[in-house]
C-alpha cells in the first residue's frame, strides 16, 4: 500500500540556519503531496501543498518541490526561526482520497 | 472563526469506563474524521464520514464506534475503555475531496489527550 517515510527527529537547529527535512513516499498513480506542521498543544495545519510533478508548494517561507523521479518532497526553509519550533508531518492523498501520513519530525531551534 | 472544535480536551479513564469525544465544524464541510497520533506513528485514521448518516471505517477502528447524525457533528465512542487506548485524538473536517479537488485541505481540532489507566 502507500506509505509516506520521513527522517527521524529531533531535528535541533540555531536560529538563521537552513532547514532541510527529508519525505520520501511510495504510491500508485500520482498523489498529491502535502506538509502539515503542529505547533505545541495544536492541531494540524496545512502548510503547503503540491499536486503534480515538479510543482512547488511554498508558504511563510517554506519550500517543497515534487520529485516524481525521486518520489521525494524535502520541506526547506533558508533560515529558520525560533518560531518554526514545531512538528512537521509530510503526507499524501491516496486513490480513495485519504491521507496517508509520515511519522512526523520533531524541530527545535534554538535561539 | 471557531473552525473545529474537540470537547473534551483532556480527559482520564479507568479500564472498561465508556465515553464520548464530541467534534464540531461550522465550515459546512462534508467530510469529518477521527485520527489517533501516538508516539513515531504519525496519524492513524480511526473513522470517518462522507456525509451526514454515514460513517466508514479508517485503518484503526476496534474499540471505537461512530455517529454522524448532524451534517456539523461527528461523535467518537469508546464503550470499553482499555490502556492501548491512551492516545490523543483529532477530529478533522474537509469538503469533498471528489467534488472539491483531490488537494483539499484537512481543517483539524486541537485534540483531546486521552488516558485511561
Known amino acids: 500500500g502507500d506509505s509516506v517515510t520521513q527522517m527521524e527527529g529531533p531535528v535541533t537547529l540555531s536560529e538563521e540556519a537552513f532547514l532541510t527535512i527529508n519525505c520520501t513516499y511510495t504510491?500508485?498513480?500520482?498523489?498529491?503531496l502535502f506538509w502539515y506542521v503542529q505547533y505545541p498543544g495544536e492541531g494540524l495545519q496545512l502548510l503547503l501543498k503540491?499536486?503534480?510533478a515538479d510543482d512547488k508548494g511554498s508558504n511563510k517561507g517554506f519550500e517543497a518541490t515534487y520529485r516524481k523521479e525521486t518520489t521525494s518532497f524535502h520541506l526547506e526553509k533558508g533560515s529558520v526561526q525560533v518560531s518554526d519550533s514545531a512538528v512537521y508531518f509530510c503526507?499524501?492523498?491516496?486513490?480513495?482520497?485519504?491521507?496517508?501520513w509520515g511519522a512526523g519530525t520533531k524541530l527545535i531551534i534554538k535561539p | 472563526n471557531a473552525g473545529v472544535t474537540q470537547t473534551p480536551k483532556f480527559r482520564v479513564l479507568k479500564t472498561g469506563q465508556s465515553m464520548t469525544l464530541l467534534c464540531a465544524q461550522d465550515?459546512?464541510?462534508?467530510?469529518m474524521y477521527w485520527y489517533r497520533q501516538d508516539p513515531g506513528m504519525g496519524l492513524r485514521l480511526i473513522h470517518y464520514?462522507?456525509?451526514?448518516?454515514?460513517?466508514a471505517k479508517g485503518e484503526v477502528p476496534d474499540g471505537y464506534n461512530v455517529s454522524r447524525l448532524k451534517k456539523q457533528n461527528f461523535l467518537l465512542g469508546l464503550e470499553s475503555a482499555a490502556p492501548s487506548q491512551t492516545s490523543v485524538y483529532f477530529c478533522?473536517?474537509?469538503?469533498?475531496?471528489?467534488?472539491?479537488?483531490?488537494?483539499?485541505?484537512?481543517?483539524f481540532g486541537d485534540g483531546t489527550r486521552l488516558s485511561i489507566l
Open positions: 478533522a473536517s474537509s469538503y469533498n475531496p471528489r467534488t472539491g479537488g483531490v488537494n483539499q485541505p484537512q481543517h
Open positions: 465550515m459546512n464541510h462534508e467530510y
Open positions: 464520514s462522507v456525509g451526514e448518516g454515514t460513517t
Open positions: 504510491a500508485t498513480g500520482y498523489p498529491s
Open positions: 503540491a499536486t503534480k
Open positions: 503526507a499524501l492523498s491516496d486513490s480513495n482520497y485519504q491521507l496517508i
